[in-house]
């Protein structure tokens, strides 16, 4: 009974390997974050390797991308981040928008809810393991682009609009 069991799991193993996700691999620049806002060479370096994989149009799949069911699982992960932060298509949202998530970056990676330990655990991503250093150097430069916006537009069109 165990063998048929082992033999149908191997089977049903076989066949997902046939339905792949569509990869996200896009990497079209037209709205990306570093059209309008200044990236320092340093903090681009950090968001490439720590968040611009979920965050981003242009993920770097590591080889056990490859492999069914980690393969919908990873897919997952960057759809679900690109619903909540799409660096790529930054400069398409409202400016309260824009300033909003720039406020969501500074509070995720300063309660270090980001990157997620799911990335950086088993030694995985080793880069993206951020530093307390390399977190105020993200969350000083999302606050620099706060100001920024600040100085730059009316008050009340960083604000969310509000509901009658």
Not at 94 to 122: C, R
């Amino acid at each position: 009974m165990l063998k048929k069991i082992l033999i149908g799991l191997g089977i049903v193993l076989i066949i997902i390997q046939f339905f792949r996700p569509e990869k996200n691999e896009s990497n079209d620049l037209t709205n990306d974050i570093t059209t309008k806002y200044e990236v320092p060479n340093d903090v681009n370096h950090l968001l490439q390797v720590s968040c611009n994989d979920c965050h981003s149009n242009k993920t770097e799949y590591p080889w056990y991308a490859n492999v069914q069911p980690v393969a919908w699982w990873l897919n997952d992960h960057v759809v679900d981040g690109k619903k909540h932060l799409n660096f790529s298509d930054f400069t398409k949202l409202p400016l309260f928008v824009q300033n909003h998530k720039f406020e969501e970056v500074i509070e995720m990676v300063e309660e270090k809810e980001m990157p997620l330990p799911s990335y950086t655990n088993f030694g995985l991503h080793l880069e993206a393991n951020l530093t307390d250093e390399q977190r105020t150097k993200i969350t000083d430069w999302a606050k620099a682009q706060m100001n920024y916006l600040k100085e730059t537009y009316p008050a009340d069109s960083l604000k969310f609009p509000k509901r009658d």
